[in-house]
């Protein structure tokens, strides 16, 4: 299996920018697509980007434009860029590796917390 781990979450105010980072192990990652997700308190976890794995991205209509997805397949690692963030934006933020129908892999999360 694949063994995911998120970083770079933290508590930032509205406008601000992070970088959150997924480390994976155990394979590499180059024919994998890699998303991440998130999850607001009370809500359901909703899909926020893909990177497919000729490089293609993919973003829901409410971060598109201020969050960029990339990934390092030389360093197993998929990240997220995020700017102009709004206080809708927190939530813990996962990511997940997708290969075929023999991997579906999660991390453990990282929390973000934006304040107005």
């Known amino acids: 299996q694949v063994q995911l781990v998120e970083s770079g979450g933290g508590s930032v105010q509205a406008g601000g920018s992070l970088r959150l980072s997924c480390v994976a192990s155990g394979i590499g990652i180059r024919p994998f697509s890699l998303l991440w997700y998130r999850q607001a308190p009370g809500r359901q976890r909703e899909w926020v980007a893909t990177i497919t794995s000729d490089g293609s991205t993919n973003y829901v209509d409410s971060v598109e434009g201020r969050f960029t997805i990339s990934r390092d397949n030389a360093k197993n690692t998929v990240y997220l860029q995020m700017s102009s963030l709004k206080p809708e934006d927190t939530g813990v933020y996962y990511c997940?590796?997708?290969?075929?129908?023999?991997?579906?892999?999660w991390g453990q999360g990282t929390q973000v917390t934006v304040s107005s």
């Open positions: 997940n590796a997708r290969f075929l129908l023999a991997y579906d892999s």
